[in-house]
């Protein structure tokens, strides 16, 4: 029995029965045949005010409606088709998102996406017999559902590139994935509460990772959790963004941007100490050490970060023969590695970190930053592709290598008590050094901003220690500004 005439009321809001609940929100609409109203009700605002204009725009459009259940003919129709169709697991969702996210991210943001999927999917799961080990159901999720570019070729996505091919899965692989498959929850059983903190408590785990979860870290996790959970918001799957629901946890957690502890900066002697002792670093045909000042270089003296030293381009620099340079940063290579880059190399091709693809960002260099740019391109040259820094095969040098390098130039440049010290410790330390000598020039925290490539207010919090430690300096320059009033001028007052 069906009816044209329909009349919709106002939603109204439906209090929580248990203390600091969340409350809901209810529609009612009258049938003209049915005996009792219809009513509905829905855990945001914003989802009952879609489904009354829908009820609205259907009424409105002259479209029949159910007698028996209420609803207009076409959304009827709708909801039992969508009964009849199983809904997809949590599984299959997680592996649409990632093969649609794919070719649109960088190296790290595809493995931090695949670190995300693989965690919360491997504990998303129904208590199915025959649980293969966790170490199985890591490596079959990390390293295939969750890599577009390894599934077979007839169901890899047209976007995704496939430079290294499909992976062979082995007998264990397959186990694996069958009972993830198997056991894997219903997507809209995300919504659940009890889900909810389950996947933020994995995403605290230092999992695949070094070292403690920082809050960034968690916090860039949270991110990709959000973006999987929109995304099936825009699939119909969820009404409402699970995370919305859950009070945020992240206090317990390292803090993401601490202060850099005095320490480890160190001034121009110490770095130039540093590059000297680099140049006796491996042989000397091979020339490993050499090849690599201007790297350390271009960090100490430059503030550059490690990855738009490794991406900078004989093009990208002004040396003239006297008197200051500059430097055009463009292009990056960040450490990805060689699982989640389109080319298969293990450093991504990225612009600069925080901008537009497009955007560059200009450095002053020094002199001395200069000459040692001059010396190491007559020595060595650029690679093929006119980047500055290459090891003896042109290509990007590694993590690796740098970190030896610097470890051992560390060991003959410092003294025994200074090796065991902070001082120094990492390669970024030149960085934080570079930066310090700005602050202690008296340079305005704007224009080093700018040329670290750093907000103001992210300047300031990283480098608090530094800016404190000149507070005598700064009260002097003060002081010479007031020397105009006098203490006679004061007992007047």
């Known amino acids: 029995m069906i009816s044209y005439s329909v009349k919709v009321f106002d939603i109204f809001e439906v209090p929580s029965t248990k203390d600091g609940g969340e409350p809901s929100w209810r529609l009612r609409w009258k049938v003209k045949g049915r005996k009792n109203r219809c009513s509905q009700n829905f ?32 959304m009827l129709r709708r909801q039992r088709q969508a009964e009849a169709k199983p809904a997809k697991s949590h599984f299959e969702h997680a592996r649409d998102y990632a093969a649609m996210k794919w070719p649109d991210l960088s190296g790290r943001s595809r493995e931090t996406t695949a670190f995300v999927l693989t965690a919360i999917t491997s504990v998303l ?47 264990r692989d397959q186990i694996a994935l069958d009972w993830i498959s198997r056991a894997s929850i219903a997507a809209d059983q995300l919504k659940q509460a009890s889900m909810t903190r389950k996947a ?8 695949r990772r070094e070292g403690d979860v920082t809050a960034v870290t968690f916090r860039r996790r949270r991110g990709v959790l959000s973006n999987y959970y929109s995304y099936l918001i825009e699939e ?24 850099v502890d005095k320490e480890v900066a160190f001034g121009p002697e110490v770095a130039l100490e540093l590059l000297t002792a680099l140049t006796y670093v491996g042989s000397y045909k091979r020339a490993r050490g050499r090849r690599l000042v201007v790297f350390f270089a271009l960090i100490m003296f430059g503030a550059l970060r490690n990855e738009e030293a490794l991406g900078l381009r004989i093009g990208d620099c002004q040396l003239p023969e006297s008197g200051w340079g500059r430097l055009t940063l463009r292009k990056t290579k960040p450490t990805a590695g060689k699982d989640w880059t389109d080319t298969g190399d293990i450093h991504d091709d990225r612009g600069l ?19 040692i740019l001059q010396a190491h391109i007559r020595e060595f040259g650029v690679a093929a592709d006119g980047r500055i820094v290459q090891n003896e095969r042109g290509g990007i040098p590694v993590n690796s290598t740098l ?68 507070e005598e300096t700064n009260n002097k320059k003060v002081d010479s500004v007031l020397s105009v009033v006098s203490d006679g001028d004061i007992d007047l007052l």
């Open 43 to 74: 855990a945001t605002l914003t989802a009952a005010d879609s489904f009354r204009s829908d009820l609205i725009a259907a009424r409105n459009a002259g479209e029949p409606f159910d007698v028996e259940t209420g609803l207009p003919l076409s």
């Open 125 to 171: 799961v129904s208590d199915q017999p025959r649980r293969p080990a966790d170490s199985d159901i890591w490596r079959v999720l990390y390293k295939y559902t969750f890599q577009p570019a390894r599934w077979p070729d007839d169901e890899r996505p047209r976007r995704v590139k496939a430079p290294r091919g499909s992976m062979e899965l082995t007998s």
């Open 200 to 207: 933020l408590s994995i995403l605290k785990e230092a999992r």
């Open 236 to 259: 119909g799957v969820l009404e409402y963004n699970p995370l919305d629901k859950v009070k945020r946890t992240e206090k317990q957690l390292a803090k993401s941007v601490a202060p």
């Open 353 to 371: 970190k925080g901008r537009d693809e497009d955007e560059d960002r200009p450095v002053p260099i020094p002199p001395i930053l200069v000459r």
């Open 403 to 470: 970190s030896r390098a610097w470890k051992e130039a560390r060991e003959l440049a410092l003294t025994p008590d200074q090796v065991k010290s902070k001082l120094a410790e990492t390669p970024y330390t030149g960085r934080h050094s570079a930066v310090s000598m700005h602050l202690s020039a008296g340079m305005d925290p704007a224009d080093i901003a700018e040329r670290a490539g750093n907000s103001v207010e992210v300047l300031l919090r990283i480098y608090a220690k530094f800016v404190l430690g000149r």
